[in-house]
């Protein structure tokens, strides 16, 4: 990859809220914050990022220009890279200037960043109108299902969409009567966007996500709202005006409803994105975008960390260590005090003057915090991890292959002779694969080898897997296959050395024949990719 040319950078705090211009005093803006801060390493040509706390009510945001910045190639993935370094690479190629590490430390579920890249091809990768025209001409796809046609006019918010498919002309005539047209999971037909984000998923380790946003000029196609989504708006045509308000919650774990003008308040962020600039938010920012006047927009928000919280974690953990508990230790399973009616409750809790009743709650309470305490001892971590896992899998992009890989493993296309004579199929096969042959999984996060919930067989384990996932979002099965324990340490083993290559005989398991058992196994999956073409 050829290396990037020198940027330089521009620092702008948008502290007028009507215009997004810069307003008061840079250093006094950043006064109270910078109380608060470690000491960090100065780096060369970094803005001097500053952490905002959510909790105060001056909501910053951080606002970057990128100046002298000429076209820089696209992260693609290399034969034998890791494939979670380049996912980091596509999110660094995505804020560039600022740094992935300045950006996780001090932006990442804080605060919104804006880049002004200066740069109008810098975005233009990802997707364009021209493709989206060959995608509605080419694929099937569905209003609802796939597209959706939107406006708000005079605040409110409208959805025009018919039944069946969506052809090309059709949606072209809504388009030029004024209306949005959101393009739903475009991986599925676009092979860049596809691409993109499949490495992102790996860097990230839960779903990254995709929309496509087309409208026309001086019109807007949504209500204020806010998303329950880590947001990254790239804007790949025309002009956007962005306006960014306050979180009325910090995080949220669902999408709210559409809003007005009214209760949301004056914007902390008014700003128009031109085609190259990129725009961050975390969950719950209040947000509305318009078309200007002399140009169409075209975007694409990529989305992460949908339900990847911590709350999502304790959802799991809790109820089952609560199951684990009640049927180990007897005393979850003791009967409540008869007279609990008599003294808890909302009424109680108002109108209690009696020390009787007091004593009574103190008691109450004191029980009730001893239980949830030795909790602590049944807590099911790592089953509680591949549950979360084994929805990581089935929400997953199946990875993006290139071509080098593609010939490497079981997705080559090689012809296929049928032989008269022996009366059967000449074609590759890995009936070549033996000890000295090496391999390596496709990416570390293509597995997850768990505990069977239903069965009770201690002796074998279920691998569920991404390779085989359609483009369309859970549009099949979870898929997964079973593996006796005694080869469990040879997935470890694989895991550990991604993305090393490693030969089928320094598998540890042991019998040969049941190392290539387990390569052939894991090789018709599409987990793993040789060394070398067979």
Known sequence: MMKSPPIAIKRILLNDQSTGEGGEDENQSFKIQNKTMKPRKKKKKLPNIIVSNLTDNHFNVLSLEATDLKSIETPTILQDSNARKYGEN?????????????????????????????????????FSVAEFDRILREENLRFSVNIDVTTFVDGSRETHNPMGRARAPVVWDYYNNGCSIRLLNPATYSHNVWRFLSLLQDYAGSLAGANIYLTPPGTQGFAPHWDDIEAFVLQLEGRKRWRLYEPSQY????????????????PCFDHVLEQGDVLYFPRGVIHQANAMEDSHSLHITVSLYQKHSWMDYLEKLIPTALNRAAS????????LPMDLFSYSG????????????????????RKIVSLVERLVDYLPLDETT?????????????????????????NRTSECLWDSRKRRILAPCYSDINETTEIRLFRSHCLRVSQSDEVNDKTRLEVYYSTENPLIYRNEELKFFDIPTSVEPAVYYLLQQYPKYVAVGSLPIKEISEKLDFTVLFYERGLIVTKESL
């Open 346 to 365: 909302r009424v109680y809790n108002h109108n209690n003057n009696e020390s009787v009743l007091i004593d009574k709650r103190e008691m109450f309470k």
């Open 251 to 266: 995080l949220p774990r669902e999408s709210g409803s559409n809003l007005n003008d009214s209760i949301i308040g004056k």
């Open 90 to 126: 596509v999110l660094q190629w995505m804020l560039k200037p600022l740094k992935v590490e300045d950006f996780m430390n001090d932006v990442w579920e804080r605060r919104p960043v804006y880049i002004k890249r200066n740069c109008a091809s810098y975005n233009s990768p990802w």
């Open 386 to 410: 591949d549950s979360l896992g084994k929805e990581f899998i089935y929400d997953s992009l199946p990875p993006c292959l290139d071509d080098s890989e593609i010939s490497r493993s079981i």
């Open 328 to 335: 180990i230790d007897v005393d979850y399973r003791r009967g």
